[in-house]
Structure formats: structure tokens, C-alpha cells
Nanobody, 124 residues
């Protein structure tokens, strides 16, 4: 059974940094697409970033490009999201997600597994 467990959320001031981690277990993830989405109160879930596990191809939402970096550690089955220059509008619950194959990275409906989420709060 696939499990995705996020960690690293918290409260940070605007301009600060946080690093989210997602430990994936239950199978090998070669060929998967791993993603991060976020959902703020009263808003729809939105794409943040994704990485193809095998090729390392990376995709970002325009709103985080240049500030966030997604990476993977094959040996530890971990996907990380380094978030710099955080803004109050980055406040949300952040979810790690996994999909079989090279799905359209920004479509939440294409992902098969979701973590429980971790809260990120950026104060102004």
C-alpha cells in the first residue's frame, strides 16, 4: 500500500524559508510523477510543482517559479520542496502526491495517491 507522509510545515515570516519533505513507501516509484499541491481556506487545490521520478524533469506553477525548488532522493524515496522568499499568499495546506506514469503535472485529478498534508503559514 502506497503511503506518502509529509513533514516540515510551520509558521514563518514573509521572506523566510521552509523545506517540506515527503517520504514515499509501499512500492518502487520509478516511472511515477511526484507532485506538490496546496490548498488555502476557501480556495481550490492548486498545483505547485512536480518531478518525474525517473527522468528528473521538473515543472513549476508560475506563482512559485524562481522561489521554490523540487527535488528527489532516490535512495531515501523522498521528494522535497525547498521554499524560499515566502509570501503570505503561500499560506496553505501543502500536499504531496504521486501518479502512475508521466501524467499532466498540473492536473490534480490525474494523481493516484495523496498525503495527509502539512500546514504552511506565512505571516506578514
Amino acid at each position: 500500500q502506497v503511503q506518502l507522509v509529509e513533514s516540515g510545515g510551520g509558521l514563518v515570516q514573509a521572506g523566510g524559508s521552509l523545506r517540506l519533505s515527503c517520504v514515499a513507501s509501499g512500492r518502487t516509484f520509478s516511472g511515477f510523477t511526484m507532485g506538490w499541491f496546496r490548498q488555502a481556506p476557501g480556495k481550490e487545490r492548486e498545483f505547485v510543482a512536480a518531478i518525474r521520478w525517473s527522468t528528473g524533469n521538473i515543472y513549476y506553477a508560475d506563482s512559485v517559479k524562481g522561489r521554490f525548488t523540487i527535488s528527489r532522493d532516490n535512495a531515501k524515496n523522498t521528494v522535497s520542496l525547498q521554499m524560499n522568499s515566502l509570501k503570505p499568499e503561500d499560506t496553505a495546506v501543502y500536499y504531496c502526491t504521486a501518479a502512475f506514469g508521466p501524467v499532466p503535472a498540473a492536473l490534480a485529478s490525474k494523481y493516484d495517491y495523496w498525503g495527509q498534508g502539512t500546514q504552511v503559514t506565512v505571516s506578514s
